[in-house]
């Protein structure tokens, strides 16, 4: 995949969002499980850059990440 698309996979993850050499990168969203998800910049298929994480229990991050931290 190369471009802007949408990929869903079996077990229910989505990442809609850009993408490059097959790898998610640049602006997107990934919808983990149910009420989970980031939202945010990648790079090379890792959160990198600005991003919001929100986990199943209410908790999140907004910030900054480096190499999917």
């Known amino acids: 995949p190369h471009g802007y698309g949408v990929k869903t996979w079996p077990a ?3 990442y809609q969002g850009h993408w490059f050499r097959g790898k998610m990168h640049g ?3 990934l919808n983990i499980s149910e009420n989970e998800s980031f ?3 990648f790079r ?3 959160p990198w ?3 919001i994480r929100k986990w199943q229990n209410g908790d999140y991050f907004e910030g900054e990440y480096v190499k999917g931290y």
């Open 27 to 29: 602006n997107g969203e």
């Open 44 to 46: 090379f298929g890792l």
């Open 49 to 51: 850059g600005l991003g």
């Open 12 to 14: 229910g993850k989505s």
């Open 39 to 41: 939202t945010g910049e």
